[in-house]
């Protein structure tokens, strides 16, 4: 595997094994709080991952002790950044045109949050600690969520005043946990335990540390690091976009789609493989 | 908190603590079954209540200890109802026109218990004993559903002959509750427990009687109450509409929604609370 | 109820309750893989029991007791079906031709397989042992699914080399199981047994062998041939049309299905059978 | 037939032709501009029109020479109304708070307009002179546009500094009229004359006065009148439906719908009619 | 050109050209009025030219003079056929068992004429004389409409006292032909002329008579005939497509359509013979 | 008037007037034919004037006499472009990864088209001459479009061996011009003239030159310059909403939408302008 220069301020990029890169948000001093040029660089990140031929798979995990993410960094934002308040003179701006860039502002955060939801390979959510705000927005972009036994989880945004508009109220109602629940978490902005989050689905599994979730992170990754991309990849992009269209038209997608994807040699050698009991080699993509 | 007159026949509306509603269904003579007057009420209350900036959550429960609702009140449904049998003149009634006076008269029942879901707090629904049939229409219109452990819960319109049309076949499989059960309770019109309603997420709380529910629905009331309203209600519509959208327009949503709400003095007003450790206090909506 | 002729090379079709049909997977030397013939046959049983006057509720099983199904016999399906490869000319062979082609197959091999989704009446899935690939499919068009303890289930597809395209990927997340454990169990390919699939809800119930869990099922599809079809078969209909379209458009629907349903005798026959604590009858449909 | 009490301030309703009511929007000494108590009245007339038995179809026009509409009484709007300017005490007005009492506004002032295109009877517009703002918004809820060729369009809001909100700019790229022409006039708020509405197919016929439109609508309105009122209403729903929807779930709406219209006497009645060279005549719906 | 065995009762499949198919209705003596075999028919015969690799066009004509056909034969219909009255004892005939018979045959009906639009080849429609009810359904399922001059169209359902149910009111408004227009052509059931026709856009040209008319299309069908079957079948697919989904999943589609179609040998091989001004030919589809 | 530093190999853009910009595709020698550089090109510009406070309104235009674009240079896409086929060592291509690699490039591609769409502020295109393939992608992402009347028109792509791909099979439909007439020129690829296209309404007026063209480009924009931005820029933006969205969607739309945009100044003023008879000014935005 060639080595791969990644490199961001708030980020360490690794690659822990063939194909599996490794994402950490690195700002543990703030308790991965989040300013602006973070989401700039995680959405570069997964952008430029999206079609890595190097990278099958990722992990998205953060650095330190304490937590995934305190979500926003509100001291920031609130002072010069997304949520700064009109000053002084505010009497003299203009509803619309403060609303027009507001809509700018989060469309630009939006689509960088988003990024990890539309690279092409599956990602891996490794959480711990406190997870507030935007580890919820981040960690529904991502395909499978995994967690430590000590995680607090927290939909913060009503507790500063807010409906979290970076995915989370979008995407959690589709991630298939119960309503009833979502709204309870979502309006009274309470926290809830890693356990509460395997039981209602919100994670698929619940381990002993940090350390013991990346290292199943790890196991998982390197499983799909093994199989066809091009069977992988399809599956990830099919499941998402049968989420949000009906049956019928995801039917009809995952037909085009294979018209091309199952002229691929990958199935013929994924069979070999399986009768002969070997282990199938696939080209990049 | 101003004395509001709210008078229905079949329903009490109290206002047992600041900014939160509760609304009683009161007809336990009658296990609370439905007849045309009390939808016609709960509509009326449901969006008086979306407008009054004294209320920021509603409470929906139902008097005397026999259960929340038996459903429809069949007997008087089935003589000069919704569901009467056209007289003996009958050969001559066009299925035609009875169709259309059948569509026009469930055009309205939906309404009036849309106004539910519609209300723009959210509604809180706490359910006990019998709970049938449009027990679960209703609360399906509901954002959190909370039960005492002795409720016996149904889809009982299969039982009379019908699909159930006022909510439930189209809200239940919207819940996020695992697809085969719906279509076993629905399908079946069988019972089921607040046990097997836990674990399938229908309800996200059980509790020991239908006191013990109450208190902790006006637990979570209140700290619904203490929260901004304009994040609270902004919540509530962004969820509900992205149970209705792909993720693109529920992103584009909350984007344009947040456009001007993010422009309230709640959010500094929250995050200052948030850093002096006060409890802050929001002007009415 | 008549003798029905329904003969079919690699599928048993039964009866046995009144209304209730058995369709039995009938290739346990090969653990009911399924070549062509055998979609084409399931689409054609399928048509033909949902206009059957004399079905209410069919059951759908395997024979054997290895399992289900191995899903598709890929060894048939490399030399000549649907996964061949190009022959040794393959240089000549036009991408785009072969999109068309590959296209066309699947088109036929969705439609037989969503005819268990068409069929009108309620189907019950009774699965055992192994349950690979097309099981999940065929099972997801199912309404409700039981299985017995030592099922093993996968999504079996990305081990040779493609993503699922009968139906897994689309309805599997419409199925409202965690879409965190739905990844992690199509993107990785992995077995899930009986237990894991009730905790999700993939599975309704869960019995201790192949023979209980039939008569669970049968038990079920008794409770439903005693129904009035109108009510059972609107239920059906009404909830998978929901599934597919938003709120709004989900009460429109029932209004208009019930303004013609609602006409029906069954209603009257139901309530009175109710009141006077009898068995009522229901015309064929 | 019946003399109808329909008494409204700023609207005549008289009923010129058995089952043909007209509507006269009725303040000509104001160019028939609206202020609110108007569009209260519109959209209670056209809900009971829509129910009324003696109505099989309604003719939309407006009192006086000068017009059809001057559209919103903009001087009313900015005095107290929708555009009223928060007053002096303007810094003390939350933006937030504030827009949720315009959405609540608007939210009412568009269905009143929406009772137009909601009442299930068909509606002709009837246009003339000065048709401005609200002009377009009501007449493209109608179901047939017809002019005089002294009219004078504009969708002037652009004019006065907003978006159209009343239904202008979401119904009218839906009217099948070429887009680059409805950008043209939207953005610019230019006027068209009757000539160009008639060429891009705004409206569908253009007659010399205002006389001898109201002369071709109500020939027009006669004829509908004579024919089945189960097939024109059903024809006007099924028209509307499939303009909101794509062409299977269109295809769809129209077998449920006709499931139970097609029982109705009127088609036998027609057909016999047709043979016979008879008019048949109806039951009222 | 292989000789093609095309017979069925009713119409007359013929080659006039290489690739090109004319299917021409043939039931002259009856106006080519449609009786249910006439449906099943043309549904088999699109279903077969849509693979026919032979076939890369098709054009849609009928028989005789006097039109191209006068709509549903309703006397057949009303006797024993899809209209027929329940018999004298009308009485016992349950108005929801009656629902579910139209709806069954109504979808059969539905499928069938929409064969014509799912069939892979572009379908030129050669309209002329009486062109009435299912006339307007068959060929709204075309691509291009072409006319004689002596064309006389109607929506004519209204006339016999139902809401025209085999496509029109859903294909028509998506046509891109005024709406005010099509709402009054079939809420009136009035004639309309070739000119009109031409006018509001739903023919693309009018010629002299029948025979210039299939002429022209006949020359339409040649040019197609030349071009790669891959781009034109393309085109099609993706027009359709579009027609029913929004702007974003237009764009996604066509990449996804097209990731298998551009490694076609066509695209090189066109790009030369435009270059080299030769006429390029390409494999069969 | 700042002066604007906006310099692009193959684009001038210019400002001819205040708040106006002309962006003039620059490669007159080749026809003004599209190689990548092109389309990266013009994405950014019309992202960066999205955005632009000094621009209102955007004219597209381009240089030279013989005509507004040939569409793709297909010589340089043929060698080592988007539509390069694999070298002679193609056997050893995986068609699915090159089907990967196709689906990556046209996302680019479109994405670059897109932007014009995108674009906040009002796009006029000014075509003449040679407008083939890519001009009409180019144009229908453009909100009014006007040509001289020696404007050559042609969908071509089918004339290359493909499917339309960035844009016109997918815009085009929604365009709202006759979609037989659509599919004749998508189908044929024949040209089509200034007049035809003005009749179909695919452009809404035709002028004597080039010149004569842009001279009234730029007096439409000149008018859409005076006007309230937040009006003009909101109207562009619910049309867009409208066309990809049903009538219930788009009304909440705009209500969202004018819940913050309605409380600007710009109301106030153009209303007191429109009383005053002056001409407003309003801020940037």
């Not at 490794?126 to 939909?155: E, N, Y």
């Not at 990849?233 to 994807?261: C, P």
């Amino acid at each position: 595997m060639a080595v791969k220069d990644y490199k961001y301020e708030f980020f360490n990029v690794t690659f822990p094994s063939e194909y599996v890169a490794q994402v950490e948000i690195n700002r543990p001093q703030k308790l991965n709080a989040f300013h602006e040029p973070m989401w700039v660089n995680i959405g570069a990140i997964f952008r430029r991952l999206s079609y890595d031929p190097d990278v099958r798979v990722v992990i998205l995990t953060a650095a330190g002790d304490r937590g995934f993410t305190a979500g926003l960094d509100v001291q920031q934002a609130s002072t010069g950044g997304v949520l700064a308040q009109p000053d002084a003179k505010a009497g003299s701006v203009d509803p619309a045109r403060r609303a027009v860039a507001i809509k700018r502002h989060m469309q630009e955060f939006q689509d960088d949050i988003s990024a990890i939801e539309k690279c092409e390979k599956p990602v891996i959510a490794v959480l711990h600690g406190i997870s507030f705000g935007l580890a919820i927005d981040m960690t529904t972009c991502c395909d499978i969520r995994l967690c430590a036994k000590d995680t607090r989880f927290s939909v913060r945004e009503v507790e500063i005043g807010l409906a979290a508009d970076i995915g989370t109220l979008t995407r959690l109602p589709k991630a298939n946990v119960p309503l009833s629940w979502v709204k309870d978490v979502c309006l009274t902005a309470r926290d809830f335990t890693a356990d509460e989050a395997l039981r209602v689905g919100f994670v698929s599994g619940v381990y002993d540390s940090k350390a013991a979730t990346l290292q199943k992170a790890l196991e998982v990754a390197k499983v799909l690091a093994t199989k066809s991309p091009v069977a992988v990849q399809g599956t990830k992009e099919v499941l998402n976009f049968s989420r949000d269209h009906n049956v019928a038209d995801g039917l009809n997608y995952i037909k085009v789609w294979n018209a091309s994807m199952l002229q691929t040699k990958d199935v013929e050698d994924a069979m070999l493989a399986g009768l002969k009991k070997t282990k199938p080699t696939f080209a990049k993509l």
